[in-house]
């Protein structure tokens, strides 16, 4: 079974966490990732709150419905990646 894609913004800056996310969930839906977990740390959830609110903007990221959540310190979402023949007229 292949490792679980990440995206690891703990421990940085709002802003440059912002950046990273976007840019990363873009390029794992691109590569054709079907599940990314997100890791963002503990804290205040400054970062999960930041994270939330960001891919709720983008219409090809499923978050995760129920309240339970076995790590408190990341996020898994699900990519809605169409099929491949789509993807690869997607990449041009």
Do not use: C, W
Not at 50 to 55: A, F, N, S, Y
Not at 66 to 71: I, L
Request: net charge neutral; no cysteine.
């Amino acid at each position: 079974m292949p490792a679980l894609a990440q995206i690891y913004i703990r421990q940085m800056h709002y802003d440059e966490a912002r950046q990273k996310l976007l840019s990363e969930i873009e390029h794992k839906f691109f590569a054709g990732e079907r599940e990314v977990e997100i890791v963002h740390g503990i804290g205040n959830y400054i970062l999960r709150k930041m994270v939330i609110q960001e891919l709720e903007k983008l219409d090809y990221v499923q978050l995760p419905t129920a309240s339970f959540n076995p790590n408190p310190g990341s996020l898994k979402v699900k990519l809605l990646v169409p099929d491949e023949g789509l993807m690869q007229r997607y990449r041009g």
